[in-house]
């Protein structure tokens, strides 16, 4: 299976780690020079999605939303039916080579396979296909954020280009964002244990881009405050939940927080 890394030219050292983390696992990726927003500071005036008002997308979020484009093109002009993609901070299970060599391990009805893990609760299917190697393949049913690490097919690959062929919205709300067509028509499937998890999670020595321009933005716009909610509107909130855990538990369905171990163990 073509694994695609994301990486800027101005990262030298995110390309040192991937490549080291692939030379681990025995597997090969070509990398695909990511557009940087310094270069194109143009981005932040591009359309954007209205539910992104009043806040607007950073030009550093649409460059990585057509960083990813440049890969889904690429997918689209293979014959293969499936690629997978991966951004340049993300750690690597010990088994994870076995299952990139080869896509017969993929759901059939898979049109997308998250690999990471973002270490937040989502919903998946308690039923399972095994994937091989101690993974397992589950439909996953809730938002699940992070491009750190996807399979999609060639078709999807086309989807998602024509979708964002003229309005911008980030890459995680276009394909794990319930909310929006691309990912609610699609059949989407979580690999449990996660294939790879981003570096800030787990080594801490890579810290996201993306992250530190949205903070620094958040605290200059004076966003980063919350309001504490009434206690009365935090029980309903519970009570709401509580509610909603049973009737997914009827359909078959159970939340997780889905593991990572970079070991094998």
Request: proline share 6%; charged share 25%.
């Amino acid at each position: 299976m073509k694994c695609l890394v994301i990486n800027l030219d101005r990262s030298p050292d995110r390309l040192a780690h991937i490549s080291a983390e692939f030379a681990r696992i025995g597997t090969t990726f070509q990398r695909v020079a990511a557009i940087d927003a310094r270069s194109h500071p143009e981005l932040g005036q591009q359309p954007q999605h209205p539910m992104y008002a009043p806040r607007r997308l950073l030009g550093s979020e649409i460059a990585c939303l057509h960083s990813h484009r440049l890969c889904w093109a690429i997918l689209a002009q293979e014959e293969a039916p499936y690629g997978a993609i991966f951004e340049d901070d993300v750690v690597f299970s010990a088994n994870a080579g076995p299952l990139l060599a080869d896509d017969g391990w993929i759901p059939p009805d898979a049109d997308i396979v998250k690999l990471e893990t973002y270490f937040k609760k989502t919903l998946i299917h308690r039923r399972r296909t095994a994937a091989g190697h101690d993974f397992s393949a589950f439909r996953l049913y809730k938002n699940h954020p992070g491009t750190g690490g996807y399979i999609i097919s060639r078709q999807v690959a086309c989807d998602l280009l024509e979708a964002t062929e003229t309005i911008n919205i980030t890459a995680d709300d276009l394909i794990f964002t319930p909310a929006f067509a691309t990912s609610s028509s699609k059949t989407i499937y979580q690999l449990v244990p996660a294939l790879c998890a981003q570096d800030q999670f787990v080594g801490d020595r890579l810290p996201s881009l993306l992250a530190q321009e949205r903070d620094a933005t958040g605290t200059a716009n004076g966003l980063v405050a919350k309001c504490r909610k009434p206690i009365a509107e935090r029980m309903m909130r519970e009570g709401g939940r509580t509610v909603q855990w049973i009737i997914e538990f009827c359909r078959g369905r159970r939340h997780i927080i889905v593991p990572f171990d970079s070991t094998g163990a």
